[in-house]
Each structure stands twice: as structure tokens, then as C-alpha cells.
């Protein structure tokens, strides 16, 4: 089976901590992007040879898009998708909730929403410089209730105004409304981002990792105790409502990413990556360059990818890929009797205690390759 990742690269504002490729300013070029959109996909489809199983719009800000635009880059995906049932996500900013909208989404066919609600304190959201506030969260999952779509919610913990209080109000939403995944990422200092700005400029603090560890073992706490099973390093899920589009990225299936900035795997050894430039873009028809991963590098990412979830590496893929090395038995068996790894289901995962460093025991691993 095999995903689709749409790029929609227009934002209404940019966000303080944000280095992912997208635009303020794109009125003059939206048509013509779009419809470089689709032929991008009648061009590159021949690269998926399985069934479409997930298609993904992130950004950006999908929710942008007019009910017209979004289904106009449907139309092409659903003729391969087969007989299954397909997930189809689009990522929402909270003031995109509107009846209008939830009415003409899931006449599309999208039945998931991942939406980036991000914090409940309004301060912090101005901090972020965020198009909504708090109360567009509350008014948007209110209307949601009476549709049937699943919903993620995206939420950011370790922002060094934000207090435990305010990552425990956000998280009470689970208990109002039928939020069935989360998604909580640790604020990150990103170069190229006005934080990262602020932050060497003296206007900011430096991120503390103190608080951004006792945020992330409340939200673990929090999601446990309401029944969400950790299943990624960042994302949690109620039974049977993980990520499909995401967990395919981490178990290494193919996927085709179309638009300014998006990559494509092949599910064996090729990775591709667009330009990351539209006006680039819209200029190309050969839009990606490439790259053949070597067995070493396959290796790498076996373990970067593995280590994040919740089933680690299995060790029955290490032939394929030249069998564990001495050296590198010797760091397993260092790394388990540091309790950092242990074997579960004949798969090295990481104990509950070090997923937040799991980046970090992975490259340990890697091969000079």
C-alpha cells in the first residue's frame, strides 16, 4: 500500500517557530500553482505501483483552499486508490472550522482532520503569532461534534512562557470533546525561524530542557491515563485510530509527495525531494531531484525511523542490509545495559524513559556510509 502527501505552501500569517516551506503572499500565483499540482500527479503517478491507502493535504495551510480547489486535487488520487478504505487528512487551522467548510470537506471524502490548535493560552498564541485564539478552537470542535470525521489535534509543550497549568488546560479538551489522536511536539529553535532570531538576538530565552522534559512526561501522563496508547515519540492515539499517512513514513512504505518542497520514497532505496521555491516550481516539469540510498544509509534510517515508535527495529531486516556488525553489537548490548534499549518481540525499542532522546541513541547506531 502506498500514500499520497500534498504540499499546499500558502499561510495567512508566519508563525514564530515555523521553518516548513510556504507563503504569505501567493494570490497572484494560487491558480497556477494548483493546477501544477495536478499535473504533477498525472506525471509522477507511475511511481507508486501499489494501491493509495492514505492521501495527506499538509502545509502550510491546506484549509486555505476552497472546497472547489481541494477537490480538484482529489479527483486524480481517488482513481487509485482501489476498494479499501482510504484516510484522507487535511491539516486545519482552528478558524477554518466553520459549518460551511466541515459540510463541504466530508462531501469531498476527507474524513480526518489534524488540527493545529497548538496552545489554549491566547498570550502564547500571540507569542507564536498564531491566527487564532482559544476560543476559535472551542467554537470549531463544538461544530465538529455533529460531523463524523476523526480528529488529531497538533499541540506544541516547552515554550518558555508556558506554565504546566497551561499544557494541562489543553489537554483537557480530551475530556470535552471526541479528540481521538494528538499529536505534542517539544518546541524546537530552528534556524531560518524568527525564534531562532529572538533567541540569538537576546530578545528570547534559550529553550530549557528541564521544562521541556516535565512537559513532555505530563503529556505522556495525561494522554495514558485517558485511554491514548504512545505510539511514535510525538504522537499518541486512541485503539485503533493511529496515524495511517504517518505510520506508513515510519515503517518505510512508498509515498509520493507533490508539490513545492515535498518528498517521495519509494518504499526500497530512492528518495526524491521537490524545489523548495514556488515560483521554482511552477517554472519545472522535472520537479524533484534524487538520490539511491546505499545499504549503510538504508541502515541509518532503519534506525532513525525504527527507534521513534513503539515497535522499534525488527531484527529480521538486518540481513537484507548486511547483518549487525560486531561493533554495532557491541553498542546494543552497551545501550540495554544502560536500560535505553531493550528487545521486545524480537525488535530493539526504546525504554519509555529515553524516547525523548531517541535521535540521539539512534545516530549511535548509524553507519559511516
Same mark, same amino acid.
Given at each position: 500500500m502506498a500514500g499520497i502527501y500534498i504540499h499546499i505552501p500558502f499561510c495567512r500569517k508566519k508563525c514564530t517557530y515555523c521553518d516548513f516551506h510556504f507563503s504569505t503572499t501567493f494570490a497572484s500565483y494560487r491558480t497556477a500553482l494548483l493546477s501544477q499540482l495536478r499535473q504533477e500527479f498525472q506525471a509522477r503517478i507511475h511511481e507508486l505501483t501499489a494501491p493509495i491507502e492514505s492521501i495527506y493535504f499538509g502545509g502550510g495551510t491546506p484549509s486555505l483552499l476552497n472546497p472547489e480547489e481541494l477537490g480538484s486535487l482529489l479527483e486524480g488520487p481517488k482513481q487509485y486508490t482501489g476498494n479499501q478504505p482510504v484516510e484522507i487528512t487535511l491539516e486545519v487551522n482552528p478558524e477554518d472550522l466553520t459549518e460551511t467548510n466541515l459540510s463541504a470537506w466530508q462531501g469531498l471524502g476527507i474524513n480526518r482532520l489534524s488540527i493545529g490548535v497548538q496552545t489554549m493560552n491566547d498570550e502564547l498564541l500571540a507569542w507564536m503569532n498564531r491566527n487564532h485564539r482559544a476560543a476559535d478552537t472551542r467554537k470549531g470542535l463544538d461544530l465538529l461534534q455533529q460531523y463524523a470525521?476523526?480528529?488529531?489535534?497538533?499541540?506544541?509543550?516547552?515554550?518558555?512562557?508556558?506554565?504546566?497549568?497551561?499544557?494541562?488546560?489543553? @489537554?483537557?479538551?480530551? %475530556?470535552? !470533546?471526541?479528540? &481521538?489522536?494528538? #499529536? =505534542?511536539?517539544?518546541?524546537?529553535? $530552528?534556524?531560518?525561524?524568527?525564534?531562532?532570531?529572538?533567541?540569538?538576538?537576546?530578545?528570547?530565552?534559550?529553550?530549557?530542557?528541564?521544562?521541556q522534559v516535565a512537559h513532555y512526561h505530563l503529556v505522556e501522563q495525561a494522554l495514558s491515563t485517558r485511554g491514548f496508547e504512545h505510539y511514535e515519540v510525538s504522537n499518541y492515539a486512541k485503539p485503533?485510530?493511529?496515524?495511517?499517512?504517518?505510520?506508513?513514513?515510519?515503517?518505510?512504505?512508498?509515498?509520493?509527495?507533490?508539490?513545492?518542497?515535498?518528498?517521495?520514497?519509494?518504499?526500497?532505496?530512492?528518495?526524491?525531494?521537490?524545489?523548495?521555491?514556488?515560483?521554482?516550481? @511552477?517554472?519545472?516539469? %522535472?520537479? !524533484?531531484?534524487? &538520490?539511491?540510498? #546505499? =545499504?549503510?544509509?538504508?541502515?541509518? $534510517?532503519?534506525?532513525?525511523?525504527?527507534?521513534?515508535?513503539?515497535?522499534?527495529?525488527?531484527?529480521?531486516?538486518?540481513?537484507?542490509?548486511?547483518?549487525?556488525?560486531?561493533?554495532?553489537?557491541?553498542?546494543?548490548?552497551?545501550?540495554?545495559?544502560?536500560?535505553?534499549?531493550?528487545?521486545?518481540?524480537?525488535?530493539?525499542?526504546?525504554?519509555?524513559?529515553?524516547?525523548?532522546?531517541?535521535?540521539?541513541?539512534?545516530?549511535?547506531?548509524?553507519?559511516?556510509?
Open positions: 470525521f476523526s480528529v488529531s489535534i497538533d499541540l506544541i509543550f516547552g515554550v518558555p512562557q508556558q506554565t504546566e497549568a497551561d499544557v494541562e488546560e489543553l @489537554l483537557a479538551l480530551i %475530556d470535552t !470533546y471526541p479528540i &481521538e489522536h494528538v #499529536s =505534542a511536539y517539544a518546541l524546537t529553535q $530552528e534556524p531560518q525561524t524568527l525564534l531562532h532570531h529572538r533567541v540569538k538576538t537576546g530578545k528570547e530565552p534559550q529553550l530549557n530542557d528541564e521544562q485503533g485510530k493511529r496515524a495511517v499517512h504517518n505510520g506508513n513514513y515510519w515503517k518505510g512504505k512508498a509515498y509520493l509527495g507533490l508539490g513545492p518542497g515535498a518528498h517521495s520514497f519509494d518504499g526500497k532505496s530512492t528518495r526524491r525531494w521537490n524545489v523548495s521555491n514556488n515560483a521554482q516550481y @511552477l517554472k519545472q516539469q %522535472d520537479w !524533484y531531484e534524487e &538520490e539511491t540510498l #546505499s =545499504a549503510d544509509n538504508q541502515w541509518n $534510517e532503519l534506525w532513525l525511523t525504527g527507534l521513534r515508535t513503539q515497535h522499534g527495529v525488527p531484527t529480521q531486516l538486518f540481513d537484507a542490509l548486511g547483518g549487525l556488525r560486531a561493533e554495532e553489537q557491541q553498542m546494543l548490548d552497551t545501550l540495554i545495559k544502560q536500560n535505553k534499549i531493550h528487545v521486545k518481540h524480537n525488535s530493539y525499542c526504546l525504554t519509555p524513559d529515553h524516547w525523548l532522546a531517541a535521535d540521539g541513541i539512534s545516530m549511535q547506531l548509524f553507519r559511516a556510509g
